[in-house]
Nanobody, 124 residues
């Protein structure tokens, strides 16, 4: 099982940017597809983005398409989420997860592990 640690969250004004990182331990990171999820207060956790082990394909929820970009560096065992044009409704705890395929990650299926989460707060 791979261990995941997120970082990069914080407080930002609407329209600003943040880059989240998720560092993985272990030698098998490059074999996992990776995803980002978020959970706002009082709401269910939702899928944000996913990337295959090879870097392609990628998937995004509709509300972040064109604003967020998921990428990975297998040499650094790290997956990133670049978030631009942030909106107050993007405020949530963001989690990364490892899974078998990017396609299944969209539905939280066939997951291996979760990180502890990082808070993102977007002020209006």
């Amino acid at each position: 099982q791979v261990q995941l640690v997120e970082s990069g969250g914080g407080l930002v004004q609407a329209g600003g940017s943040l880059r989240l990182s998720c560092a993985a331990s272990g030698h098998t990171f490059s074999t996992y597809s990776m995803g980002w999820f978020r959970q706002a207060p009082g709401k269910e956790r939702e899928f944000v983005a996913a990337i295959s082990w090879s870097g392609s394909p990628t998937y995004y929820r509709d509300s972040v398409k064109g604003r967020f970009t998921i990428s990975r560096d297998n040499a650094k065992n790290t997956v990133y989420l670049q978030m631009n044009s942030l909106k107050p409704e993007d405020t949530a705890v963001y989690y990364c997860a490892a899974g078998a395929t990017a396609y299944e990650l969209r539905y939280e299926a066939n997951l291996n592990s979760w990180g502890q989460g990082t808070q993102v707060t977007v002020s209006s």
